[in-house]
Structure formats: C-alpha cells, structure tokens
C-alpha cells in the first residue's frame, strides 16, 4: 500500500484522485478539507494495481480535530509499504515540512518526496530549493494538469511488495463472482444465508457485524457462483476502529474481484448517502451492477410507490442498471435477481467484433453527425473493442478533442441500446491519428528538384 502525507493544503487528495482516476477524495483550497484515512486503488497499470491511502493535512497541533487527523496519518503510515511526502512547489519549504520529515526518518519507512504544483514554475529552480532535504527521490508533479502524474506511478511501482496488496482472483470458467454490498444491516448476509440454505454468515441487528470479505461457493439451477459477503460500507466519519478501516479495504478488495456487483438498499429507508457512497465504488470500478432492494414484503403501498419514486429520481446517475425488489428474510425475488445478474454479467463480458463496432459508429454519426465545436468537426473513422467489464470501445479518428461530453453520452446511449446493454457501464477511448510527418521538414529528392525546375523554366518561358 501507498500512502500520501503532508501539512494541510498541499494538494494530496488531487493526487490521491489523479491516480485513482476518480472523485472519491474531497478537494477544496481550504485546509484540512480532509481528516479520515482515505483508501482507494491505483489501476493506472492494469498489471500492477495498488492500495492507495489519502490522509489529511498533518498541521502540527495534536490536541481536537487536528490531533485526530495527525493520528490517522501516522497510522497510515505503519500500514505503508511506500509513503509519498507531498510538498508545495509554490511555497516553498516550510518549518512544519521539515517536522514531517524529520518524523518520517524517524518511522523507518521508505519514502519519495513528491513536491507538486509545479505548473508555470522554473523546474529546477523549485526542485533546488528542497535540495536541503537531502531526499534521493524528489518527483515534480502537477497533479491539478495530470502532469508528472506517469513518471510518478513509473517510480512507484518498482518500489512495492511482489505481493500485492491487490489479489486477483483467477477465472473460473462459468463461476459467475458475484459481490453483495451495501450499507451496515441492510440484509447481505441475510441474503447469502438465503442463498447457501444455511446460516453460513453471522446475521445480526447490530451493524457491522461481518468484518471481513467471505467468499462461498454455490450451484443453482446447475451453475455455478462464487458469492461474496463483505463488511458494510458506512460513512469515513463513522469508520473508527482499524478493524472497520481493515473492512472497507477488504470491501474495495471484493470489488475489484467480482464480475457482479449486488448493491442492496432498504426499501424503508430510500437512497442515503452511504448508499451513494457504495455506488460511487463500484461506478468507479467499472463492474457489473444490479440494485436490490431490500425489504419490500414488509413495505404498505404508499412506502413502496415512495422508495420507487425515489430510486428513479436519485440513481438517474446508473440508469442502466436493472433494479429488483427482493425479500432476503422470505426468499422472495430471488428468481428475478438472479435473472438481472446474469444479464448483466452478459452484458459486461460479451465479445464484440471490430466490424460490429465500426458498423455501430458510422450508424451513430450518420443519425446525429457531431457538432462544429470552435470551426473543428470530429471525424471518428473507424472503432476496435478494447476490453471487456466494462465494455470498451476505442474509437480512432481526428480533431476528437473537440467531442462534447453531450455527445459522447450519445455515443454511450447509442451503443447500448444498439447492442441490448444493460447493467454495466461503457467506456469510451478516443485516440486521435498521429501524423506521421509532424516536426519533419519537406525535403525534395534529387527527381523532384529536376521536375520543379523545368516547371519553372516552363512558366517563365510562357
């Protein structure tokens, strides 16, 4: 695992976002926007992803809030494998950066100086001046513009276990691995014992009862699963102990290994902000997702029609993903939940063909051409897949710059409804042509040259 620290307001949650390729950290130009141990997943390299852990600013007061926020840092930091110590480059060196280091030389931990915001600034002239550090490694970076952001995930890599923090489950031909998530005491284990036909997991009141990610095989109807069980995903300001920490880590764990994400919501208690907070996760995943909601038997009508109406008004967000009304203590909707589990597994790991995709793309444009963006025209020519949960499309082309976010959801919308999609997300990747004589010069052959001159001498003699 990697961990950022640093004084306050120095930039670390931009980084934590720019290599998680995400929102999941709050960022605002205040200090001590963040307080709680942030964890995340690196997947920039899809061969080596890692655990990553945003902390908040370490400002040099240990008593209150402060205090509690320095506690979190140096926690993560004993968890560490690599510790990146973010700096300003535009303010320069601080006595409170000093005291960070000194501390983290104290904590035996390896660690690369990270000096970020560096844009618009002489380089060399910002690295020289935390040259007295005397630091080995010393990165510029610029997280806000995405610059730096490669030769630091180059630097890092090497640096880590062999083992990851990150263990893939291997395939198993059929074995659909499907992930139950949701909120403390909204019904997974319950669910799982439904489905097992036995009390394999504690099912309590008490929230937070299954700590750990647990994992069942299963046979129904003559096929197989893998179900995974994991620990209820509760609000950063209520996870406390470590142990609950070690749970939300083991959760992005499960995510990151299922090809089906089952996110449960109380049919009594409507979308909460926990609930956002489990979606985001997955969203940022990419995996397959179905929403179950749960309770539903012990609903009256009015309860129901407003838990309906709800759903559609805050998970516009993931339209897409089908939603089944389940009862986990009664059995009842299990046949449809499992009926949009596999749709939505089909829909995630289906194989597409790049004259499938090509033939979709120039249908997309002839119905809706792209519009003129700044005099441009986008001209996409061709398009490949790219990989499967989610399904990806990599479309080649020029002046893609100039697509607008409108009308790359019309692509998202239209690829989806033209090849039946449901229940996971698309992404899109667009790469422009190079040119293959960019930065040359036009140099004539010896035959050229002859052929210009007698054009020459041809017009002068007219």
Known sequence: MVALVGRPNVGK??????????????VHDEPGVTRDRNYGICRLDEDHPFALCDTGGMSGDEEGLAGATARQARSAVGEADLVLFVVDGREGPSALDENILHWLRKSGRRFFLVVNKTDGLEEQAVLGEFARFGVDRVIPVSAAHQRGIDDLLEQVIPELPAERDVEIVPDEPGRIRIAFLGRPNVGKSTLVNRLLGEERMIASDVPGTTRDSIAVDMERDGRPYKLIDTAGLRRRAKVEEAVEKFSVFKTL??????????????????????????????????????????KWDGQDKYTREQAVSMLERKLSFCEWAERVTISAKHGTGLKELFKAIHRAHASATHEFSTAETTKALQVAVESFPPPVVRGHVAKMKFAHPGGANPPTFIVHGNRLTSLTESYRRYLENFFRKRFKLVGTPIKFVFKEGDNPYEGKKNVLTDRQVKAKRRLMKHVKGR
């Open 253 to 294: 764990q499960a995510i990151e290994n299922c090809q089906v994400a089952v996110v449960m919501l109380d049919a009594g208690e409507g979308v909460t902000e926990q609930d956002a907070t489990v979606l985001g996760h997955v969203l940022n995943s990419g995996r397959a997702l179905v929403i179950a909601v749960n």
């Open 13 to 26: 949650s931009t980084i934590f976002n720019a290599l998680t390729r995400s929102r999941d950290a709050l």
